[in-house]
């Protein structure tokens, strides 16, 4: 893909534009009780769309949304070189015992390993995590909390418009970072790629103080119809079961009744 600037007009619309409301509520807004809403943004057509409008600004914890980011960053410091170098166990034995081993960047971002990164986020350093978020205009740029917690549980916060406008600026190269970079990312981000159908993306779940939950799925979907840009925000005073598989299904209902996704057969 070659690089190119981001239009004025798109700019324009991601930060001012009226979001038009899609009327359907996703049933699994109803059958799980949460709260949220659903921004999609259709690149060709530069048009808005969210279920629960009033909310596409409201800005929450990312969590490992940020993955996305802090990936970008480590390899364009050269933390990290590619998507097979080595990110190090901390020899802490955990639950998840997925995560008790060496992992590449790319198998540590799919199954969102936190301690991997939390350690690239620490190699990283806060000076520099600062002064990309700033470069990026990444949220609210807040970096307290600590240089390996500061999205997980310390201030920094984004709503779901800006994560689209971040996320476009990845796809369209406009970040202020070299091209390789945005390419080894924007491929480790892919999920899904069937019958001309690509989808790129992360999810997030945040525990707040309290017990309650931020659930994220933030993303774009590539068709031969065009690209179009998604972000899910979730929360739950007191997350059930279903809140994991919450955060991708609303996504999902909302891309299927758009005709941008295949619903199940």
Request: overall charge neutral; charged content about 20%.
């Amino acid at each position: 893909m070659a690089a190119f600037s981001l239009p004025s007009h798109v700019l324009c619309q991601l930060s001012q534009h009226p979001v038009d409301s899609i009327p359907t509520v996703p049933p699994t807004f109803d059958s799980t009780g949460v709260r949220g809403t659903v921004l999609v943004y259709a690149l060709r057509a530069g048009r808005l769309l969210a279920t629960h409008p009033s909310m596409v600004d409201e800005r929450r914890i990312p969590a490992s949304t940020f993955k996305i980011a802090n990936a970008l960053i480590a390899l364009e410091k050269g933390t990290i070189h590619d998507e097979q170098s080595v990110l190090p166990w901390d020899s802490v034995v955990r639950p998840r015992v997925e995560l008790n081993r060496d992992l590449d960047l790319a198998t540590a971002f799919r199954i969102s390993a936190v301690p991997h990164f939390q350690h690239l986020a620490r190699s990283v350093g806060m000076t520099e995590m600062h002064r990309y978020l700033r470069l990026f205009e990444y949220g609210n740029q807040d970096t307290s909390g600590g240089v390996d917690r500061f999205w997980l549980s310390g201030g920094l916060r984004i709503s779901p418009r800006e994560q689209i406008a971040f996320l476009v600026r990845l796809y369209l190269e406009d970040l202020p970072l070299q091209s390789v970079t945005m390419q080894t990312v924007r491929h480790i981000m892919k999920v899904e790629d069937d019958a001309g159908i690509t989808i790129r993306g992360k999810t997030g779940w945040a525990l707040l103080q309290g017990g309650g939950g931020v659930g994220w799925w933030v993303g774009w979907v590539q068709t031969e119809s065009g690209t179009f840009f998604f972000a899910s925000m979730i929360e739950d005073g007191a997350p059930r079961p279903s809140f994991g598989s919450a955060r991708i299904r609303v996504a999902r209902e909302v891309l299927e009744g758009l005709g941008i996704l295949r619903g199940p057969e």
